[in-house]
Nanobody
């Protein structure tokens, strides 16, 4: 079972990034998938979740209206489109099977001018 995130990087405030998480080793389409993030000195917090068929999503208040979670069950991949990025979005972003049963290695997102 493996989750591999990609797409992080350095971006200016107001910019956009798209994170991807490729899953393997389990029946991807059968599970809720989630994105979390951790900033220095804080616990990992839930950013977004998506139901198995993508028809239901949840967003933390801090990212609502700016981030979009989606999934492609044919590609076993979940995405996080991040727009209008702010300094406070700087964090390591992790994807997860369900709510933390399996974690990826994380990808760093740095928002800086």
């Amino acid at each position: 079972v493996q989750l591999v995130e990609s797409g992080g990087g350095l971006v200016q405030p107001g910019g956009s990034l798209r994170l991807s998480c490729a899953a393997s080793g389990f029946t991807f389409s059968a599970y809720v998938m989630t994105w979390y993030r951790r900033t220095p000195g804080k616990e990992r917090g839930l950013v977004a979740s998506i139901a198995t068929n993508g028809d239901s999503t949840y967003y933390a208040d801090s990212v609502k209206g700016r981030f979009t979670i989606s999934r492609d069950n044919a590609k076993n991949t979940v995405y996080l489109q991040m727009n209008s990025l702010k300094l406070e979005d700087t964090a390591v972003y992790y994807c997860s099977k369900q709510y933390g049963s399996i974690w990826g290695q994380g990808t760093q997102v740095t928002v800086s001018s």
